[in-house]
């Protein structure tokens, strides 16, 4: 059973950075695609960016972004600590919400995470982090 913790979330000022942390805890899937969604009041849950994980495969690391993200926040993985990162920077106060992170599992030959951003394709996720971002 994975669980996934988030941490990192906080209150900054627009043009500030922050970086968040998603921990699995147990066995999780290999190959899987873990992203970063988010969520504001009133709003859908909508994908920020995905990773794929498949441990020795070219296609390991694969990365996806949200188009209103891009350029700005990077996702990256250790796998020595089962550790997915968002690094947000030059935030804008749209960027607020609560972040989660989400695992869903691949087909063994997974070279991309396909539907990246629909939540029906994810069987975990962690219980959140609060980004506040003030103009």
């Known amino acids: 059973q994975v669980r996934l913790v988030e941490s990192g979330g906080g209150s900054v000022q627009a043009g500030e950075s922050l970086k968040l942390s998603c921990t699995a805890s147990?066995?999780?899937?290999?190959?899987?695609?873990i992203a970063w969604f988010r969520q504001g009041p009133g709003t859908q849950r909508e994908g920020v960016a995905s990773i794929l994980r498949r441990d020795g495969s070219q296609y390991d690391g694969n990365r996806y972004y949200d188009q209103s993200v891009q350029g700005r926040f990077r996702i990256s993985r250790d796998s020595a600590s089962n550790t997915v990162f968002l690094q947000m920077d030059h935030l804008k106060p749209e960027d607020s919400g609560m972040y989660y992170c989400a695992l869903a599992p691949q087909d063994r030959y997974a070279y991309t995470c396909g539907s990246w951003a629909d939540t029906r394709e994810y069987v975990v996720w962690g219980q959140g982090t609060q980004v506040t971002v003030s103009a």
């Open positions: 147990g066995s999780s899937a290999n190959p899987s695609c």
